[in-house]
C-alpha cells in the first residue's frame, strides 16, 4: 500500500466510525424520546445529532465509504440503551448522554490531533471541531440537568462508557 492509499484508508476509517457514531446517538436520543417525547432539552440535542449523523452521511457518500456493517445492531443497541436509561428515570437518561459524550468527545479530539498533524483533511477536521464543540455542551446540558443524580451513576456511567468505546473500536473496522 503506498502512502496516498494508507492516507485514504485512514480518512475513510474516520468517516466510517463518526458516521455510526452519530448514528448510534440519533438512536439513543430516539429511545430516549419514545419514553419522554415531551421533553424539550433532549429534542433540542436530538436536532443536533441529526444534523451530525446528516454531514457525515454525506461525506460518507462523497468519499465512497462503505458505512459499517454494524448498523442494524447499533440502531436496535443504541435505541434500548436510550428507552432503558429513560425507563429508569430522567436522571438516568441524562448519565447516559453524559457517559456517552464523554466517550465521543475524547474520539473527537483523538482525530481532532491525527487530523492536524499526520493525516491532512481539512473539510473532516472542519466537522470534527465543531460537532465536539456541540458534544462538550450535551456533555453540560447532561451535567446540568444532574446526570450525576441519577441513581447508581457510577456503575451506570461505567458500563455505558465501555458499551462506547467498544462500540467505537468495532466500527472502525467492521
Ligand atoms: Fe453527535
Ligand atoms: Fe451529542
Redesign the pocket.
Known sequence: MDKKEKHKEIINEMIRVNQAGEFG?QKIYEGQLAVLPKDKTIKG?AK??KI?LEEFNKLMIKNRVRPTAMSPIWAVGGFFLGASSALIGRDAAMAC?LA??EV?DKHYEDQEKKLKKNVKDMELLKLVKKFRN??IE?KNIAIENNAKNARGYKLLSFGIRNITRAAIKISKKI
Open positions: 446517538a440535542m443536533q445529532e451530525h448522554t456517552v459524550e465521543i456541540e458534544e450535551h
